[in-house]
């Protein structure tokens, strides 16, 4: 009965994530980021219907002023997200290559971004692959959705991180952020 009860509660929790209340906040709030470096990981396809979360970020960052690296594995995808974006803002993002699914990918990224900046003030972990075919792994052999999904943010993440530290230094709260984004996926299991 208890393990009935335990996925009913977890299929509630997907159930009022799938029907938030409106949010409270809106873009406008975003305050001026002039002189911010950000960098924003993800698929920037805009032969989807619905460019995704990411797109949706930049164009905000942009907006209010941020140098936005857009990190990502194809080059075509985002110089076409790279081009819509400047049309509606009028700022270009920054084409950084990153595949999440190779460790050295992530490493030369990492070394390519911290040869051009010194400082990082917001990073978007927002990259993912969903229920990919079991036998698909990374380029290092890890199942493909944990190598992805987890293993690869979290070595850029450190790799970034003497940047997120100097950002810290120079940004006005004093604070530098990362912000991981997931499904509402996450809330069907749990660790046991």
Do not use: C, W
């Not at 409270?24 to 924003?40: A, C, E, K, S, Y």
Request: glycine letters at 6%; hydrophobic letters at 45%; a negative charge.
């Amino acid at each position: 009965m208890g393990a009935f009860l335990s996925a009913l509660q977890r299929h509630a929790i997907v159930a009022s994530q799938a029907y938030p209340p409106k949010s409270q906040f809106t873009v406008d709030q975003i305050p001026d980021l002039t002189g911010r470096v950000v960098i924003v990981t993800g698929d920037y396809s805009l032969l989807q219907r619905d460019v995704g979360i990411g797109y949706e970020t930049i164009q905000a960052l942009l907006q209010h002023n941020a140098k936005v690296y857009m990190a990502s594995r194809s080059r075509v995808k985002v110089d076409a997200a790279i081009a819509s974006l400047k049309e509606a803002t009028g700022k270009e993002a920054l084409f950084l290559e990153l595949d999440l699914s190779s460790l050295a990918s992530v490493k030369r990224a990492a070394q390519e971004f911290l040869s051009r900046e010194h400082e990082l003030h917001i990073l978007f972990n927002n990259a993912g692959v969903m229920m990919p075919p079991i036998d698909q792994v990374t380029k290092d052999g890890y199942d493909l959705q944990f190598g992805t999904n987890v293993l690869g943010h979290f070595y850029f993440t450190e790799l970034v991180m003497p940047a997120l530290l100097a950002g810290v230094e120079s940004s006005p709260d004093h604070h530098a952020r990362v912000i991981t984004t997931s499904s509402a996926g996450a809330y069907l299991e749990s660790l046991h």
